[in-house]
């Protein structure tokens, strides 16, 4: 299974857009790319996932690269409500949870 | 339509008793996967199930953890003999199965908060 690599934290201003990347260079040709996100110690929420094109929905949208080694998760307009830790999965036989990245949105 | 459920949201126990945590998935959901999160870290996998089924226990302790999904009823994840290093947030998610195993969407649950004192 792909393993991927986030930053460990990220600020961003409020109204503004938040870019969260993500490594995955070892995903292989069957893995999607998900993202969640995790509020506080709720349960994770789910986002949005692809495998490679790029996706938008209501929540946020997902640019895969070319290459899939990397994609970007953008949060159009990121409000307060927005901070929490997000956390992108290459999945394969397994959805694995690494650190995240912890986003803050600032006023 | 109700998310996945969980409970109880909080369980305390005392060394050596025995933890048993619900979870019901989503309607029309028949894959369940639970998870555990130490304070400070990510979600570890620890075992995927099917009705009446374990299809995956890679991430499950060899040693006094069990988990069953009946046919009839939530799933049950079972922890014998605590003990304080269990104390952790144990979440259940559920899938409904179309794309088959652990690539389906996953809808998590709020979690228990299981304390060992």
């Known amino acids: 299974d792909a393993k991927t690599t986030q930053p460990p934290s990220m600020d961003c201003a409020e109204g503004r857009a938040a870019n969260l990347p993500c490594n995955h260079s070892?995903?292989?040709?069957?893995?999607?790319v998900y993202w969640y996100r995790q509020i506080h110690s709720q349960g994770p929420q789910y986002i949005i996932h692809g495998l490679k094109n790029n996706e938008t929905n209501e929540m946020a949208s997902l640019i895969i690269t070319e290459d899939r080694k990397s994609s970007t998760l953008i949060l159009p307009h990121a409000t307060l409500r927005d901070t929490a830790v997000y956390y992108c999965?290459?999945?394969?036989?397994?959805?694995?949870f690494g650190t995240g990245t912890s986003l803050t949105v600032i006023p | 339509n109700a998310g996945v459920m969980q409970n109880p949201r909080h369980l305390v126990r005392r060394r050596g008793q025995e933890a048993r945590l619900r979870c019901s998935p989503m309607k029309g959901h028949s894959h369940v996967y639970w998870y555990r999160q130490l304070p400070e870290e990510g979600l570890k996998f620890m075992v995927y199930?099917?009705?009446?089924?374990?299809?995956?226990e890679s991430g499950m302790p060899k040693e006094r953890f069990s988990a069953e999904f009946p046919k009839e009823g939530p799933s049950i994840l079972r922890i014998q003999q605590v003990v304080r290093g269990d104390s952790a947030a144990y979440f259940c998610?559920?899938?409904?199965?179309?794309?088959?195993?652990?690539?389906?969407?996953?809808?998590f649950g709020p979690g228990t908060r299981l304390t060992v004192l």
């Open positions: 070892t995903i292989s040709g069957n893995e999607y």
């Open positions: 999965i290459a999945t394969g036989n397994q959805f694995y």
């Open positions: 199930l099917q009705k009446e089924n374990i299809i995956d």
């Open positions: 998610a559920s899938s409904i199965g179309s794309a088959g195993g652990l690539t389906d969407t996953q809808y």
